[in-house]
């Protein structure tokens, strides 16, 4: 019989499956990027903590092992101004990070956990996925931004695939999900999220990508993954399209290509499409597969392609793929 272990001798081996060096510090204050290591963590997105902690549309969390080898080999700080659930900062786990997102209670979210973890996991430990429960925080959320946040994250649980969607007046409408699981969180998951942003580097902020952006210095490592560009607009979906308009995909493009002028590796995931890889002149691009979770109708959900822009700073480890320019002559359609 295996011998039960207590709950230290747990915990002591869940920080040492975490502190793993995915990234170590080089002579020169740079981070070294383990490729190898990051991909086998990658690869099995439900064994390695910490993980995203909320379901979030767009998340990047089945395509890290596509976007790794395209990482620069080695960073100094990193950003990710459209945070989401992090799926590749919770991969990574750097020191230092600048994590922001538009939305307030996202990055409230964040901050809560970063210091109340235990507080939180003491409020959703009783909770089971429940219609009545949903329906409750969704129209009466409780007083206090702990309880607010722990409801925050309930509701994420259990609505309708994980979506994030306020009405005119700012207020959650996302219809219950009939969530499959029983388990409203990971704990443990909540508490390596929590040691992966207490980290004294990592800054939480809720602001538009451009004022994220501003400190960005040259060998910072820039992941910008903004809602993506889509033409029909009438969709469940596509409330992104009047959150990021055309008008911003240009605004980003132009900050992106900026910062790959000071120095800065930028990567950027977006729709795979012409118009939006002709803003990215000077940048790499390639395209990527993966299935599409966020149509109503599972019938409806297939394959999708994406498009990895990167600056051509960025050392790519790409073995025999074929990169081509964005906005260039070679285009690839
Ligand atoms: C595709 S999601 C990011 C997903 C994330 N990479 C992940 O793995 O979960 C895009 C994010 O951009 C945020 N956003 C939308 N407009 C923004 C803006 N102007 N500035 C900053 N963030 C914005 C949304 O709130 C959303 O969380």
Not at 234 to 241: H, L, V
Request: glycine share 6%; aromatic share 12%; proline share 5%.
């Amino acid at each position: 019989m295996p011998k039960k272990r207590n709950r230290r001798q747990a915990g002591l081996l869940i920080q040492q499956k975490e502190t793993m060096p995915f990234a170590s510090k080089g002579a020169n204050e740079l981070y070294i990027v383990d490729r190898n290591a990051l991909e086998a963590r990658a690869c099995s997105p439900n064994c390695s903590l910490p993980r995203p902690f909320l379901r979030w549309a767009g998340s990047k969390r089945r395509l890290l092992s596509q976007i790794i080898p395209l990482m620069p080999s080695q960073f100094h700080a990193y950003y990710e101004p459209f945070l989401g659930s992090g799926a590749l900062f919770f991969l990574l786990c750097p020191e230092r990070a600048w994590l922001s997102d538009k939305c307030g209670n996202l990055i409230d979210a964040y901050k809560m956990l970063k210091y109340n973890v235990s507080s939180i996991i003491r409020y959703l430990r009783p909770l089971r996925p429940s219609r009545n429960l949903f329906y409750t925080f969704r129209s009466q959320p409780s007083r206090g931004k702990l309880k607010r946040v722990a409801e925050f994250m309930y509701l994420n649980k259990t609505c309708w695939n994980g979506l994030y969607r306020v009405n005119s007046k700012g207020h959650f409408n996302v219809p219950y999900g009939l969530p499959s699981s029983k388990i409203i969180a990971d704990f443990d998951n909540l508490r390596a999220c929590s040691r992966a942003l207490r980290k004294s580097g990592i800054r939480l902020q809720s602001c538009d990508f451009d004022e994220a952006l501003t400190g960005v210095q040259a060998n910072d490592f820039v992941y910008l993954d903004p809602p993506y560009f889509t033409r029909h607009n009438r969709s469940f979906i596509d409330y992104n399209e009047t959150l990021f308009s055309w008008q911003d995909q240009m605004r980003l493009a132009k900050r992106a290509q900026e910062l790959a002028n000071t120095g800065a590796y930028v990567i950027v995931t977006n729709a795979n499409n012409r118009e939006v890889r002709r803003l990215y002149k000077g940048f790499k691009h390639k395209t990527i597969a993966r299935s599409s979770t966020l149509a109503s109708d599972s019938a409806c959900r297939g394959q999708v392609t994406e498009t990895v822009l990167y600056s051509p700073n960025c050392k790519t480890e790409m073995m025999g793929d074929k990169a081509y320019d964005a906005g260039g002559n070679n285009e690839q359609e």
